[in-house]
């Protein structure tokens, strides 16, 4: 995965010269659940059909210009590893930032299943 291609991708999109601002996400596994237990690695599962439902819904929104992404699925991550990536285009901040947060929202509870493998240590 390679935020950088993506951004590169996205300053050849035929609108470009209307973005006034590209945000980016990039999703890591770190070393402790959401309830506190050590974690050694998950992996993740993709629904890449709701995934393009998904993406396709949040261009349709006001200013956004491009939405572009990568997610590691079907193998197991280690700590520090990128989960995902989520680049958004758009005109104006206020525009970019509501889009990116609520198209991770969709995607983390629509579209991929994560499973958590947990070390024996705390």
């Known amino acids: 995965m390679n935020l950088i291609s993506l951004i590169e991708t996205i300053k050849k999109h035929p609108h470009y ?5 590209i945000l980016c996400h990039n999703g890591v596994v770190r070393s402790t ?3 506190g237990r050590r974690v050694s690695g998950l992996s993740i599962t993709v629904d890449y059909e709701q ?4 993406i396709e819904k949040h ?3 006001p200013g ?7 997610i590691a699925d079907n ?7 990128d989960i995902m990536l989520l680049v958004v285009a758009g005109d104006i901040r206020e ?6 947060s609520e198209a991770i929202d969709d995607i983390k509870s629509t579209v991929t299943k994560k499973t ?4 024996n240590s705390t």
């Open 51 to 54: 995934l393009l439902e998904v």
């Open 17 to 21: 010269d209307r973005a006034g601002m």
């Open 75 to 81: 193998k197991k991550l280690s700590v520090g590893d």
């Open 33 to 35: 659940s959401r309830d």
């Open 59 to 61: 261009k349709k929104r």
């Open 64 to 70: 956004i210009i491009e939405i572009l992404f990568k």
């Open 116 to 119: 958590e493998y947990f070390s």
């Open 95 to 100: 525009n970019i930032i509501k889009v990116l």
